[in-house]
């Protein structure tokens, strides 16, 4: 009799979340298409960050709590025999002035090596896990994750990122600065709603889209869609992609509002361990997706702990999200571009121009050859912001990059496109923006010069018809000579191209002639700009001979 055939090997994994109100552990076993199995699951309520927005440290018995939990958590991942546990502690931990002691000690005790990640990892790890198990091809979507120190809003178009905030507005660090009754009195009620609106519009300014649906992960979620799930149907169950609209948050946010805490304690759906914190958390959100204009709240009840799953399993030999190293970078580039919708044929055009400028000053004004290749990253990627909108698309682009995809490119090299895709429009480089505050002087020459000749590449392309079919640049030291080719003259083209020079010029200290030559070789238009031109560098039109 034949013996069965093997079975492939499911390995199974844990990720335990060191959360400010709640440590959590889930166990899996994944399959061989990387979709995982939940062997189990456990919660245990530590409060590890009661009392650190006044103290700045874990207090002793809240850390005798968590250190506790995580030993317990251990030990059942041991008895699953996993092939790797992975514990990663969010903002609790990150801010106390004790957190790393935490680490170690969970380290010392239960040999559990605690990672402590940024609000922007946060961020990252809950976009992962919306991104897996909700559709985010169509629309613009406002991700959110809610712990119970920090509130993290991923504001997505698409599949592709356009910003990340982490904003100190978790459930129980509301509730112990803002929460002054209960139920909260009218006059502490507008109290609350005036801080949480000054947070939310510092850090948000005013959205770029209006964010008709908000996914949202963390306790204060699950707590309000059991809340309403048993309103509805009078039973408990699941509420992995529960939908919520505006008007149910409302409803829902007023009765826990009247309701003292022993009410809500017996409140069916609310866990009676997160009475007291549900208020703080259920008014953030409820002022969040007023100001984003959300009309529908889905429900992720997986949220940080998946994204650890889903970010241990592409790591895992063989799996299906374990991308290879890309032989051509550009390719990976140009799926990027394809996934914000980018006009492909224009960009393609501007960065086989913006290259050929590249090639014709290379030796003239010794620009690294390295230089090239992110200069042509950035011309198959300036319009991506077109996305989000057109005012200010150049800025939009800047953070899709930066949030974006983009291997084979190190965060250095991602760093310098994203900031030559921001210059592509007016404004000048100064020292005093942010995204310029982490580099060198050496960077932002660089960034001046391929992002000068961007612009003018895409003046060249005015129209988005090609009419300008190549350049070739002659140097005399003071003066840049571009020589355009094209079959008919390009007017437009040369105008726009003028008019964008202005950064060109400062970049290079140079004077710039624009020069159409017809197919039979004959010289017929020349535009000229300059540094003595005038103080806004003047543009000059001559006819040559």
Known sequence: MTAP?????RPRLAAIAVGTNTIRLIVAEVDLD??????????????????????????????ERALAAI????????????KELRAVATSAVREAANGRAFCREAQRRHKVKIEIVSGDDEAHLAFRSAARHFNLENGSTALVDIGGGSLEVILTAGTVIDQIHSL???????????????????????????AVDRALKDALRRPPFATDTMIGSGGTFTAL???????????HGSVQGYMLTRADLVHLLGRLRETPIEGRRQIPGLSPDRADIVVAGAAVISRLAKGLGTRQILVNERGIRDGILLQMISALPGQPQARPEPADRLEWVRGFARKCRSNE???????????????GLQ????????????????????DIGYIINHAKHHKHAYHLIMHGDLPGFSPHEVELIANVVRYHRRAFLKRRHANLSRLSREDRGVIARLAGILRVADGLDRAHSRVVTGVRVEDTGRRARFILEGASLPQVEMWDADRKAGLFLKAFDTELELVWRDPAGRTRLGRRAGPRASGRHRVLAALAG
Not at 5 to 9: G, L, R, T
Not at 71 to 82: C, L, P, Q, R
Not at 345 to 359: I, M, P, S
């Open 34 to 63: 990387g979709t995982y199995r939940i062997l189990d699951e456990e919660r245990e309520p530590t409060r590890l960050g009661q009392g650190l927005g006044d103290t700045g440290r874990l207090s002793a018995e809240s850390v």
């Open 5 to 9: 055939a093997p079975q492939p090997e």
């Open 71 to 82: 030993g317990k958590m251990k030990a059942i991942a041991d008895g699953f025999e996993v």
């Open 363 to 382: 030796v003239a004004y010794d620009l690294p050859p390295w230089g090239r290749e992110l200069l042509a990253a950035a011309a198959l990627l300036h």
């Open 168 to 194: 100190p507005l978790g459930a129980v660090r509301v509730t112990e600065r803002l929460m002054k009754s209960d139920p909260i009195r009218r006059k502490h009620w507008r109290k609350l709603k005036k």
């Open 345 to 359: 044929l224009h960009c393609e055009h501007v960065a086989k121009l913006a290259g050929q400028v590249f090639d």
């Open 225 to 235: 869609a059991h809340m309403a799930k048993w309103e509805r149907e009078g039973r």
